[in-house]
């Protein structure tokens, strides 16, 4: 942090440099904030002077990759979920998808029926996503209270996260996975992002249409959440295939490979949703839907009772990062002595 606090040649590259100018001292909360401020979009260590081979062998995109291997574990509740998942990411996702499915299976009445409730009443169905819901609400609220006591900066940090305004490398791209500037990693994001937030909107439609209207599942093929639906689930192909595609061909400099696990094991969750969600609309009308519907389900599951001790929850520190730079940038610099 000294280094690069006397060095300055990467300010413009991020948010991490500017708010790292404003400290001479760096305390455990700094350290954490600074990490997940950043973006690991790589161009800093490819600028630097004092990466290897110089002496100082600094590599300061792994440095914080590192440290925000750290706040995942020091900051996740309950504890050992954060470390089981940190130290076993594919392993531990796939034995919970496995038994999830497993358990789907067992609570529906029959696999032969086509229709979805025939298959999995829609009281259970609700009943289990609603439980499972608020566990993976009290799972990211207390993490964030934690991690964040404050308030401020929300506007522009929802401006920031929605664009990827940080993937930009400062202008020419990302220096991801290799040397040569690309905006193909923020291109990925952004598939797998509102892609996420299509297939979210969808299954709002969706309630609304069956509590609002009293119309039940499955909707046309024109209908608002098929369409939704459709739309984020080919985006949550793209995207995290994309994703993974990047991540083979990274330069291992850039990251801890310690965090490989968490990032294979999310991306996959993601992939395996979209692809059964899309099986199960093609073979909506078969002998197949049963089963597919059960392992869709217990996928899905899968996927939310992970989110907050998998990669995905980069995504709620770096946004509280996010902000407190904001609330800093609105206060006068600070005032160092002459030394």
Known sequence: MNICNACRYCEGYCAVFPALERRLEFGEDEIHYLANLCHNCGSCLYACQYAPPHEFQLNFPRLLAEVRAETYRKYAWPAALGGLFQRNGVAATLITAACLVAFVIALSATMNERSFYAVMPHNAMAGLFTIVAIFVVIAFVIPYRRFSSSGGGLGSATADALRLKYLDGGGEGCTYPREKPSFARRWFHHF?????????????????????FGWQAPYPLSSIPVLLGTLGGIGLLIGPAGLM???????????????????????????????????????????????????????????FLTLPYGKFVHALYRFAALMRYHREKLQPPPQFGAE
Request: aromatic share 12%; proline share 2%; glycine share 8%.
């Open 192 to 212: 797998t992002f509102y892609g996420f937030l299509l297939c979210f909107a969808a299954t709002c439609v969706a309630t609304l249409y069956h509590y609002g």
């Open 245 to 303: 595609w990047l991540m083979v061909r990274r330069d291992p400099e850039l990251a801890d490979p310690k965090q490989a696990g968490m990032d294979v094991a999310f991306l996959l969750l993601l992939f395996l949703t979209s692809l059964t969600g899309l099986a199960l609309l093609v073979l909506r009308d078969t002998t197949s839907m049963g089963l597919l519907l059960a392992i869709h389900l217990g996928i899905v599951l899968a996927l």
